[in-house]
């Protein structure tokens, strides 16, 4: 079974405007963060991936846009089952994430 490597954490200054991203489901600037080579799955300065935040607030075209982009991590599913957002977890169902798996991003 491999063992992931966990991710170093995002910068604050750069931090910043990819958790205003995630939070606010602002798709074309997570898809910018993702083109310019930044981590999807590192932890922001709120301890929380990128998807994770975006599944807590619902926005499931950012979590699509997200997946496409490289992001994973089972427990988003598990936050957005939790939070009541279908359409989130519904698109990451669609893209194979296994909501009963370990999560391999721990934030």
Do not use: C, K, Y
């Amino acid at each position: 079974m491999a063992t992931a490597t966990a991710a170093a954490p995002v910068a604050a200054d750069e931090g910043s405007a990819l958790l205003f991203a995630a939070e606010s489901g602002a798709v074309a600037s997570l898809q910018r963060w993702a083109a310019r080579g930044g981590d999807l799955n590192a932890p922001l300065p709120s301890g929380w991936s990128p998807l994770q935040l975006a599944a807590f607030h619902g926005h499931a075209t950012a979590v699509r846009s997200l997946l496409e982009a490289g992001a994973r991590g089972s427990r988003a599913a598990h936050i957005a089952a939790r939070q009541g957002h279908t359409a989130a977890l519904e698109a990451m169902l669609e893209f194979g994430v296994d909501p009963d798996a370990p999560d391999e991003v721990r934030a």
